[in-house]
C-alpha cells in the first residue's frame, strides 16, 4: 500500500479520565484513524485527525444493511515503560477474513498495523498502566454508498479509535454464572458467526438481555441447527478441563476463532496438556460433570484473557464448577497469557510487536504552528502523496496535559 499517513492537528486535548474508574470503552482519545475505499483509488487518504463525529448520508449501506466488520486488541503498558500489542498480525488476519464474508475490500494488514501503531504511539500518554489497564483498539471498516438497494458497497471507510480501559476483574479473578440459551442462538453454520460483524452482537443483545434478567452473567450458546452442541460464552470462546485434558469446541463456521482462543491452544500444547478441539453437546458436558469429571471451565477473549466459570444452568440441571472458584489451570493461564503481554514473562513465542515511540518526532510533529497544513508521518513503506495535505481542516494542535 505504500501511502503516507497524515496528521491532523487537534486545536485542543482532552483531559484525561481519572485511572482508578476506566470501565470498558467509556472514554476515547484525542485522536483516530481514518481511511477511504472507492473503486477508483481502492484504500486511500490514511490519517490521523481529532477524534470525533463523522458525517454519513443516511442511506449508507452501514445504516441499512450492515456491512461493517471490526477488529478488538490492546495495547500494553509494561513494568520498563514499552508498549506492546499483542499478536496484531492474528487480528488484522482475522479481519481479512470477516471483509471476505462481508463483501468488504481486502485491508493491506501491514499497513493498517503501521496505522495501529503510529496511532498508538501518538496517543501513549492515553495508556493506562495500572494492574490489569491497557488501552483498546477498535479497528472497524462500515460500507458507505448512499443507495438503498440491497448490494455491496463501492465506497467504505476504514476508522480505527483508542479507549484506555480498566481492569476486567478489579483486585481477583471472579467467576461468572452462566445460563445455557436453548431458544435463541448466535449464528448458524453458513453464515457470518465466524466473522467479527455487527450482526452477531446485535443477534446477541436478547439473550444477553434475558440472561441478565435471570441473574446470570452471560449466556452459553449452543448451535444454531439442533440447539445440542456448544459454540461460545458471551462473547468468548469456551474452554472445558475434563480431568487432565481440555476442551473446546472446534471451529465450524458459526464459532469466531478467537486470538486468545489460540494462543491458549498454542500456550497449553506448549505445556504439555492434552488439547481437544471437537464437538461437545451440552448433554455430554452436564453427564461429564456428574460424573465428576469436570474440573474447570473458562472463556477466553481480549477483554478478560481468561474468565472462569463458577455455575452452569441448563433446563434444570444445574453444576458448580471448581466450587465455585478459579481453577489452578485457568489462574496459570491467565497469569502467563497477561505476564507476556505486559512483557513481565518472556515471551518466547514471538506474539508481542513493541510499539516504538519517536519522542522527538512526537514533540516536533505536534508543536502548535500557525495555520498549518496537515503533517505528513512517514510510514516505512514508499511515501506517497497524501492527499488529506490539500484539504487541512484542523489549524494546530497543544499536545499538553
Ligand atoms: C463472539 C466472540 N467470540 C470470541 C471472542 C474472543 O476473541 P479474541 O480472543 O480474539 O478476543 C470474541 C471477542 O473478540 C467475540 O466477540
Not at 449508507?60 to 506492546?84: C, M, N, P, S, W
Not at 464474508?101 to 503510529?118: C, G, Q, S, T, Y
Not at 471448581?322 to 497469557?337: E, F, P, R, V
Amino acid at each position: 500500500m505504500g501511502q503516507t499517513i497524515a496528521f491532523h492537528k487537534a486545536d485542543q486535548l482532552k483531559a484525561k479520565p481519572d485511572a482508578s474508574g476506566l470501565g470498558f470503552g467509556k472514554h476515547f482519545t484525542d485522536y483516530m484513524f481514518e481511511m477511504d475505499y472507492s473503486l477508483d483509488e481502492g484504500w486511500h487518504d490514511p490519517r490521523i485527525v481529532p477524534y470525533g463525529p463523522i458525517t454519513l448520508d443516511p442511506a449508507a449501506t452501514i445504516f441499512h444493511y450492515g456491512q461493517e466488520v471490526f477488529e478488538g486488541l490492546k495495547a500494553y503498558r509494561t513494568e520498563d515503560k514499552r508498549i506492546l500489542l499483542f499478536r496484531p498480525d492474528k487480528n488484522m488476519e482475522r479481519m481479512n477474513q470477516s471483509c471476505a464474508r462481508l463483501n468488504i475490500p481486502e485491508i493491506d494488514e501491514e499497513f493498517v498495523i503501521k496505522a495501529i501503531k503510529k496511532l498508538v504511539a501518538i496517543e501513549e500518554a492515553w495508556i493506562p498502566s495500572q494492574p490489569g489497564q491497557s488501552l483498546y483498539i477498535r479497528p472497524f471498516i462500515i460500507g458507505t454508498d448512499s443507495a438503498l438497494g440491497v448490494h455491496p458497497s463501492a465506497t467504505y471507510k476504514l476508522l480505527i479509535i483508542l479507549s484506555p480501559v480498566g481492569s476486567y476483574f478489579g483486585n481477583s479473578m471472579s467467576p461468572v454464572k452462566i445460563y445455557v440459551e436453548d431458544e435463541y442462538v448466535r449464528a448458524v453454520k453458513g453464515g457470518v458467526g465466524y466473522a467479527k460483524t455487527a450482526g452477531n452482537y446485535a443477534a446477541s443483545l436478547k439473550a444477553q438481555t434475558k440472561s441478565e434478567e435471570m441473574g446470570f452473567d452471560q449466556v452459553l450458546w449452543l448451535d444454531g441447527v439442533e440447539h445440542k452442541y456448544i459454540e461460545e460464552v458471551g462473547s468468548m470462546n469456551i474452554f472445558f478441563k475434563f480431568d487432565d485434558e481440555v476442551w473446546t469446541p472446534a471451529l465450524n463456521g458459526s464459532i469466531l476463532p478467537g486470538v486468545t482462543r489460540a494462543s491458549v491452544i498454542e500456550m497449553l500444547q506448549h505445556w504439555g496438556v492434552t488439547v481437544k478441539e471437537k464437538k461437545i453437546s451440552v448433554n455430554k458436558l452436564f453427564k461429564k460433570a456428574e460424573k465428576q469429571k469436570l474440573k474447570e471451565v473458562f472463556g477466553t477473549g481480549t477483554a478478560a484473557v481468561i474468565s472462569p466459570v463458577g455455575f452452569l444452568k441448563w433446563e434444570d440441571h444445574v453444576i458448580k464448577v471448581a466450587n465455585g472458584k478459579t481453577g489452578k489451570l485457568s489462574q496459570k493461564l491467565y497469569d502467563t497469557l497477561t505476564g507476556i503481554q505486559t512483557g513481565k514473562i518472556e515471551d518466547k513465542l514471538g506474539w508481542t510487536q513493541e510499539v516504538k515511540v519517536d519522542h522527538e518526532e512526537a514533540t516536533e510533529k505536534v508543536q502548535p504552528k500557525a495555520e498549518e497544513a496537515p503533517e505528513a508521518v512517514k510510514t516505512e513503506d514508499k511515501p506517497k502523496e497524501a492527499k488529506a495535505e490539500e484539504k487541512p481542516k484542523e489549524k494546530k494542535a497543544v499536545v499538553t496535559d
